[in-house]
C-alpha cells in the first residue's frame, strides 16, 4: 500500500513493549501522531532517530503529539533499548510486519536484505489524516528535524 499526504491514515490497535494499548482511533481529535518505522534497535542511525525524539518529547507533547516506533524487533529488545537510551514513548514489536507493510514501511532495499522495516516516519494529524511524510534511510535528522518543523505548523494552525 501507498500512503501519500492527505490519506486518511490507516487504524491500527497495537500492544506496546511496555504494556499499553495504542489505537489510533482513540487518539482522534486529542492528539497528532508521530509514527516512525526504523530498521532495528541499538543500530547507529536508529539510536540516533530514536534519541532525537526522546529529545523532542516533551516539547511535542505540549503541542498535543505522541510519538509511537516501531521495529521488528522483540518486546525485550524493545524494553532494553528503552531502558538504556531512556525512551519515553512507545515501542511498538512487529515481528510479522502487519503495521509496517499496512504503512509501506517493508519496501525499501535495506527492509528487503534483513528482514527489517524502512526507516519511514509519517505525522499523522489530529484528524487522523496523514500530514508528511519523512522518508531517509540514512538522515535520522530529516526525520527529527523534519517532524518538529511539521508539528510546529500544525499548532499554529489550531492556534
Not at 482513540?26 to 492528539?31: N, Q, R, V
Not at 519496501?107 to 524502512?118: E, R
Request: charged content about 25%; glycine content about 10%; hydrophobic content about 35%.
Amino acid at each position: 500500500m501507498t500512503l501519500h499526504i492527505g490519506d486518511q491514515a490507516p487504524d491500527f490497535e497495537l500492544t506496546a513493549s511496555d504494556g499499553r494499548t495504542l489505537h489510533l482511533a482513540k487518539l482522534k481529535g486529542k492528539k497528532n501522531v508521530v509514527l516512525y518505522f526504523y530498521p532495528g534497535d541499538f543500530t547507529t542511525v536508529c539510536t540516533r532517530e530514536t534519541c532525537g525524539f526522546r529529545d523532542q518529547y516533551a516539547a511535542l507533547g505540549t503541542l498535543d503529539t505522541e510519538v509511537i516506533g516501531v521495529s521488528v524487533d522483540s518486546d525485550e529488545t524493545h524494553r532494553k533499548f528503552t531502558a538504556e537510551y531512556g525512551v519515553p514513548f512507545a515501542l511498538i514489536s512487529d515481528s510479522e510486519k502487519k503495521l509496517a507493510t499496512t504503512y509501506g514501511a517493508t519496501s525499501g532495499l535495506v527492509a528487503k536484505l534483513t528482514g527489517s522495516t524502512s526507516r519511514i516516519t509519517y505525522v499523522i494529524d489530529k484528524q487522523g489524516v496523514i500530514a508528511g511524510i519523512f522518508d531517509s534511510m540514512l538522515r535520522a535528522g530529516a526525520h527529527t528535524d523534519g517532524v518538529r518543523q511539521l508539528i510546529e505548523t500544525l499548532a499554529g494552525k489550531s492556534a
